[in-house]
């Protein structure tokens, strides 16, 4: 592709998008939104902006595939002002996500433009999403993100929009890394290098969890996972305020059971 995307199911029911590849979408190569009961699998996605971009869509099962070379491997999202407001039930395993680092090329305005190069997986804004059994190595920036809608700074003019993330389980999962430094070009990137230098840490949250939903972030049983929760809410009062927090890296308020409830979609 020469344009947004590569593969476009929009407001479709039992999507399946199989052994297929994706290359050189400023947007996303495979994007499934607005949708329900999707497979997205043994797919190949490299040198795009997002490699694979569920958004704002239910009951999806992402495996086996590889994403690799892109801004972001793989993103859920759940965006304001589209006709479907809310996904979830969404199964992100058994992929191979890596060496994400490409420059983000994506049109300005756009919200995958504000994708930190260096990205594997990025959840915005979503509910009920299980990210387990997956090889997440090499994005410079972050292994795996969980942030609320709050973190684009982007006006919400949706009355009936849910910015926040709720009830996220990652577990099982293999995370490595080379020693290296975020990307520099982004403001989150810089105040990661400035935090950890080359040591960034796999997975990174905001802790701007639904205040109506008691499930929270969950995370158990990964490899080599190293944590940091920037609190938001508390630490970036001021433009400067980030830089002297201390984020917690302590895992053990997430150290929730495992609930692994597939529930299956197209086959």
């Not at 919400?156 to 990307?183: A, K, V």
Request: overall charge negative; glycine content about 8%; charged content about 15%.
């Amino acid at each position: 592709t020469n344009g947004a995307y590569g593969l476009y199911p929009v407001q479709c029911q039992n999507v399946l998008v199989d052994h297929s590849v994706a290359i050189g979408a400023s947007d996303a190569g495979i994007y499934v939104g607005q949708s329900n009961d999707i497979v997205v699998r043994n797919n190949v996605a490299h040198d795009n902006v997002a490699g694979i971009e569920i958004e704002n869509s239910n009951n999806a099962e992402v495996y086996e595939n590889h994403a690799y070379n892109n801004t972001g491997g793989i993103l859920i999202f759940d965006l304001p002002d589209l006709i479907q407001k809310k996904g979830g039930n969404i199964h992100v395993y058994n992929n191979v996500v890596e060496s994400n680092n490409l420059g983000n090329f994506a049109p300005k305005g756009s919200i995958v433009g504000k994708v930190l190069p260096g990205t594997g997986i990025l959840v915005l804004a979503c509910n009920n999403v299980h990210i387990y059994e997956n090889t997440i190595r090499n994005n410079k920036s972050i292994g795996t993100g969980v942030v609320s809608y709050f973190m684009t700074e982007e006006a919400i003019n949706d009355s009936l929009y849910n910015p926040y993330t709720s009830d996220i389980h990652i577990y099982n999962n293999l995370f490595d890394r080379w020693p290296g430094f975020p990307d520099l070009d982004y403001d989150v990137g810089q105040l990661l290098a400035v935090k950890y230098g080359r040591n960034t840490p796999d997975i990174i949250y905001d802790s701007m969890q639904d205040p109506e939903i008691q499930a929270g972030l969950c995370i158990q049983n990964n490899t080599n996972a190293r944590f940091t929760d920037l609190d938001i809410e508390h630490n970036f009062e001021e433009w400067y305020s980030p830089f002297i927090s201390n984020f917690s890296e302590d895992m053990s308020p997430h150290n929730c059971g495992i609930q692994h409830l597939l529930i299956s979609a197209a086959k």
